[in-house]
């Protein structure tokens, strides 16, 4: 199975309202990730950047579904390496979580071949959830933030970059920055979830591409998105190609970014002042089902070739 087809299996045995960014309960939305060494970091990535992340993953699925963080649970299976920086990621987990106003309440430790993070988080409805499934066609695609610098990151991690100018040395350490340490989008989810005409919100974990397919999905509609509006994460076209990233790849199917990625029936100017900051259109909603990227003048289906666990 591939995780698709997995989370599917998940649904038909469990519960039909699995599907969502996180799980809703009452007034209280519940989510839980697993970073687990070697498949969602290196055993080179500083404590305090895996503990940060961890976290950030996790208020992210908050933020997509409109909650407010509260509480969370922290399990840690240690190998024996990871005993002498443990006290370091646990401090790293203790300023984060006052930095995003949660609590850590429990958890649990373990032994374990691979050092493998389990963060569950609880978050609370403040006016509404959002779901993926809501949006309609008509509706414009929106991305919160510029994508591609995470997926360059992880590529330019632990790569000599002295060699090259200033400029790549610049984009190099702030695409590092935002792959070891993403910052969710708490206070936009909130605002979000109070705005009626915002229809549906995802974040983008997976991929652009992966988690657009996902949102079309649940809402039963289509896309049509004009590459030329996502907003492309600083520098990475100028000069992301000299240091050998596929500019395009990054920002369309690179994954652990982090924004969220909704729609609204609001134009781009009357939105962006509704939250108090800018937001980026990038395509609208259709009744077609399928997923299209326009570019230059063409359309052409825009295939989820975003991260998948399994594939």
């Known amino acids: 199975m591939n995780e698709a087809q997995l989370v ?11 599907g969502d960014d996180a799980a809703i309960v009452g007034d209280q939305v519940f989510t839980t990730d697993l970073l687990v060494e070697d498949v969602d ?43 002498e920086t443990v006290d370091e990621m646990l401090v790293a987990f203790a300023e984060s979580a006052k930095e995003h ?21 609880v978050g609370r409805i403040v006016t509404r959830p959002l779901l993926r499934s809501g949006a309609k066609p008509g509706d414009r695609v929106y991305l919160s933030r510029q ?38 989008e708490l206070a936009l989810g909130v605002r979000l979830a109070s705005i009626a005409e915002v229809t549906s919100c995802i974040d983008v974990s997976d991929g652009l ?71 980026y259109a990038i395509g609208r909603m259709t009744r077609d089902r399928g997923v299209l990227l326009k570019e230059n003048g063409k359309t052409q289906p825009l295939e989820p070739k975003g991260f998948d666990h399994f594939a």
């Open 209 to 279: 591409s992966t988690d657009l397919h996902h949102l079309c999905a649940a809402s039963a509609c289509g896309a049509e998105i004009d590459k030329e509006r996502i907003p492309v994460f600083q520098d990475l076209l100028a000069c992301g190609p000299r240091l050998g990233i596929a500019v395009g790849d990054a920002v369309l199917h690179g994954g652990e970014e982090y924004a969220l990625l909704f729609t609204s029936s609001l134009p781009e100017s009357q939105l962006s002042t509704r939250v108090g900051r800018p937001v």
């Open 41 to 83: 970091f290196r055993r080179a990535t500083p404590p305090r950047s895996i503990a940060r992340k961890s976290l950030a993953v996790n208020l992210s699925d908050l933020a997509a579904m409109g909650a407010a963080p509260s509480i969370a649970l922290l399990a840690l299976a240690l190998p024996a390496w990871a005993m």
């Open 147 to 184: 994508v591609g610098g995470s997926a360059a990151g992880l590529q330019l991690l632990g790569r000599d970059l002295s060699s090259y100018g200033y400029a790549e040395r610049e984009l190099a350490e702030s695409a590092i920055r935002r792959q070891l340490d993403p910052e969710p």
């Open 101 to 121: 106003g949660i609590e850590i309440v429990g958890g649990d430790f373990s032994r374990g071949d691979k050092l493998t993070v389990a963060v569950t988080a």
């Open 8 to 18: 599917a299996r998940v649904r038909e045995l469990f519960s039909t309202r699995i």
